[in-house]
């Protein structure tokens, strides 16, 4: 069993950015431990550096503070780097085919996959960026049961 303190620092370089160095199958493994432990799912946002879209959703959550206490509060975030540099295919190919970035999958604590959702149809529709009701909804609906 991992130690908390490693956890938590796992937990922490897992959310903040997309690294193709990462070992997405042992994040996963940290990302069960604590979403069991905390009593939450696990978020995989998959994407990469590249993706302008994967920045506007980082961008989002910064500056929704709603939206991030809310997704903190329901979801293990785990960031899985998708690059030339590092395209996760094994650990990706456990899950649906992934048709444009970002992705999320949801997965519960035991790491069974509840939805695999594209992002496009939570963008706002006349403007860069991403629907603060449609994400909303998303997190509550794929949250935790508590």
């Known amino acids: ?17 997309f690294d ?8 996963l493994v940290a990302a069960r431990e604590m979403a069991t432990r905390e009593g939450k799912h696990i978020l995989l946002d998959v994407g990469g550096k590249w993706c302008v879209w994967c920045r506007y959703m980082d961008r989002f959550f910064e500056e929704t503070p709603e939206l991030k206490e809310l997704r903190a509060k ?6 899985v780097n998708f690059s030339p540099d590092n395209e996760n295919k094994e650990f990706l190919g456990q899950y649906p085919k992934i048709q ?20 496009g149809s939570m963008e706002l529709e006349k403007a860069r960026g991403y629907d603060m009701k449609k994400m909303r909804a998303f997190l509550v609906k794929w949250g935790p049961k508590k």
């Open 1 to 17: 069993m991992l130690s908390l303190l490693l956890l938590l620092t796992l937990n922490t370089e897992f959310v903040s950015r």
């Open 100 to 119: 444009g970035y970002p992705h999320l999958f949801v997965l519960d604590a035991t790491g069974k996959l509840l939805v695999s959702q594209e992002t």
């Open 74 to 79: 329901n979801f293990v975030v785990m960031k």
């Open 20 to 27: 193709p160095a990462r070992d997405a199958a042992q994040d």
